[in-house]
């Protein structure tokens, strides 16, 4: 009976570990985030190129990325920033010339956080941009 | 003369190994993959969603995009493929229905791995999908 008992929290506690290692970021031993990025929901704010289209990089990473971040919380895992340099395809205009993507563990959690901040979040989008964004929500394969 | 040998090549010691930890992957004790993402170049493949537009995301997981990563070589640091679920903007339909990206660290090697492989991929396209691809390729700011 102890014996089961035992085994029984054994098995809840590889259990747990397993899951928590799935979901969760870890810290390596040099303090270097590991994210296990599957099973993850992104949100990618994609800003399409066009003539007469102008993003301010430094304003976006040093002002509007963290601002929205720090309204997510701990859903939130990690976010990132890419700058758009070309087309992959000869002779084709750039698609998108920043792109800014939230990691977060849920999407509901995301659009509860985002809801009551949206005004403020559009508010700050003439400080860097012109165009408007693309928004795709996707969820992390591989 | 000796001791400022050493000091030179104790200062180019500690200047490539700076480097070659901004740059390359590394691994954890636990060897999950600690990559280094930024200042590294994403080739992301985009595959635009609209009616009638279909995508096979089993066969592009385990054949299209293991084939085309086997082409990369040592320039390949990892990849990722993602499945759109939704846009991010209430009744707008979904911007793209999948995502393929290649994190690379230069992108004239990756060019150079793809040249003589297009065709190969370009004909591995109806297998797994009837839309055609945006390609961004863009520098991790973040």
Redesign the interface.
């Known amino acids: 009976m102890k014996g089961t008992l035992i085994a029984s929290l054994l098995f809840l506690t590889a259990f747990s570990a397993a899951f928590s290692q799935a979901k969760q970021p870890?810290q390596?031993?040099?303090s270097?985030p590991?994210v296990?990025?599957k099973g993850l929901?992104?949100?990618s704010?994609?800003y399409p190129y066009a003539e007469g289209k102008t993003f301010n990089?430094e304003y976006y990473?040093t002002k509007h990325?963290p601002m929205v971040a720090g309204f997510l919380g701990s859903n939130l895992v990690k976010?990132?920033?890419?700058?758009?340099?070309?087309?992959?395809?000869p002779n084709?205009p750039?698609?998108?010339m920043a792109?800014g993507t939230f990691y977060v563990k849920n999407?509901s959690d995301y659009q509860a956080a985002i809801g009551p901040n949206r005004d403020a979040i559009r508010a700050d989008f003439p400080n860097y941009t012109n165009t408007t964004p693309?928004?795709?929500?996707?969820?992390?394969?591989?």
């Not at 976010?79 to 395809?89: D, F, R």
């Open positions: 870890r390596s031993a040099e270097n590991v296990v990025e929901i992104k949100v704010i994609m990089m990473e990325m976010y990132t920033i890419e700058k758009g340099l070309a087309s992959g395809i084709q750039l698609p998108f792109i999407i693309v928004i795709l929500v996707s969820e992390v394969v591989k």
